[in-house]
């Protein structure tokens, strides 16, 4: 079997360290692992598959000799490091926003479009976690009856903004348990421990965010359909790790519960958890708290629209999944594995 030399861009970060794990994980044919930094971080060592590799620092010239490359950096970082990787021979899966929109790159997630990933000419991007999260549940019920609008409601854990945001929330947290002044907050535009901020990214057209505009902008791209209506809120939460969604969906065909029922249940990448009647909450609907450092998108809570006039073409249900897996590191793997394939 092939072995490939893999490099990853940004791997001291959140999706970096996940994607370390991932790669073990899904049995990738990792002959040489190269983990690239900025300069503070060289010399340090990650374990991998029983040994350690250290950290060195990216520069152009740690990409001779790679097949793949995982890019989990900023955009500006991505827009200047990346196109080397590409030159230098490697096939590169980002993880951030720079090329998502560019026509000549796929933009994909395995369960909906892995057939994209034939046309790519040397860069494939992995879409924005709450898009992942949102799409991967969406998807199989349009395949039953045809959606033509969602709504969605997001609901974003702490570590979607990085390391950075995840370290800022634990000390809200403790300082708050200890009785102290909340530290200024610096990764969010507000304190987030006992809040809620309505802002993730910067404001866009019509008063959108940056972030409610890519559910619309790429699930267009993603599921193929350029004509898409989406209106989408964006939340970050006080939850450390896992993004929730409630989603409410319009389709151009009927299609009952059951069916819908029935398509989720079979559906890859997702798992359904929706019994009213069960005895504990984490058995009755999808919580962050279960959904964290695993892979499968849950939903549950699904039932009709009743807002719609049409109820037997409005599902609404609630999702959660862990970004920092499905929502980044693991969607990126999945790719890189099939480009194996
Ligand atoms: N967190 C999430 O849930 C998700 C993130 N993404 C996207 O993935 C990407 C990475 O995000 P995330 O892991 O959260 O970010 P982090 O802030 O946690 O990590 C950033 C990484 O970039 C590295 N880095 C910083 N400056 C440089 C530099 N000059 N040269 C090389 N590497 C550098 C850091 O290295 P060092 O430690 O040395 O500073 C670190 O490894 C972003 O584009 C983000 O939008 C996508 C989906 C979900
Ligand atoms: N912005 C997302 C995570 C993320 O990094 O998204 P993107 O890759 O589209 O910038 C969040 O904060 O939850």
Redesign the pocket.
Known sequence: MKQYTVAILGATGAVGTQMVQCLEEQNFPVGKLKLLASARSAGKKVAFAGGEVEIEEARPEAFEGCDIVLGAVDDDIARDMLPKAVEAGAVVVD???AFRLDPDVPLVVPEINAEDISWHHGIIANP???TIIGLVPTWPLHKVAGVTRMIVSTY??AS???AP?MAELEAQIAAMGRGEAIPEPRAFAAQLVSNLIPQ??GFKEEGYTS?EM?LQNEGRKIMHLPELRVNCTCVRVPVLRS?SESVTLEFERDITLEEAREALAAAPGVKLVDDREAASAHDRYPMPIDTSDQDLIWVGRLRRDISNPNTARGITFWCCGD?IRKGAATNAVQIAKLLTE
């Open positions: 993880n951030s926003h924005n976690c709450a974003q854990a979607g903004a990085g945001g993730i990214g972030e890519k993004h970004q």
